[in-house]
């Protein structure tokens, strides 16, 4: 049985009281395959089913991914080379950027 965090249960409370949503979770043997496996599905139906939706919940700090990523970028990207330094907001960097447009 998958765990929840507190960020999630509360997230599916809402979406179930107020949202009228369905919790996929709650219903995931209705989308069994004929060898006993889940198909991949979203978390939650909302909006009388018109709406999909999938939750992603991020408990790790993401700054080692990020700077790795703009470190790969700054080979190839001559303006980040030259603007990225120091402690920067990443919204503000890409708001600079000549290609954000």
């Known amino acids: 049985m998958k765990q929840y965090s507190e960020l999630e249960n509360n997230v599916k409370r809402f979406i179930v009281e107020h949202e009228k949503g369905i919790s996929i979770d709650d219903i995931h043997h209705k989308f069994r395959m004929k060898d006993g496996q889940n198909r991949k599905m979203a978390d939650y139906l909302i909006d009388n089913k018109k709406i ?3 939750m992603k919940s991020l ?7 990020v700077n790795d990523k703009l470190n790969e970028l700054v080979k190839t990207d001559s303006w980040l080379a030259k603007n990225w330094h120091g402690a920067i907001h990443l919204e503000e960097l890409i708001k600079r950027h000549p290609d954000s447009k």
């Open 52 to 54: 999909i939706l999938e």
């Open 59 to 65: 408990f790790s700090d993401r700054v080692k991914n």
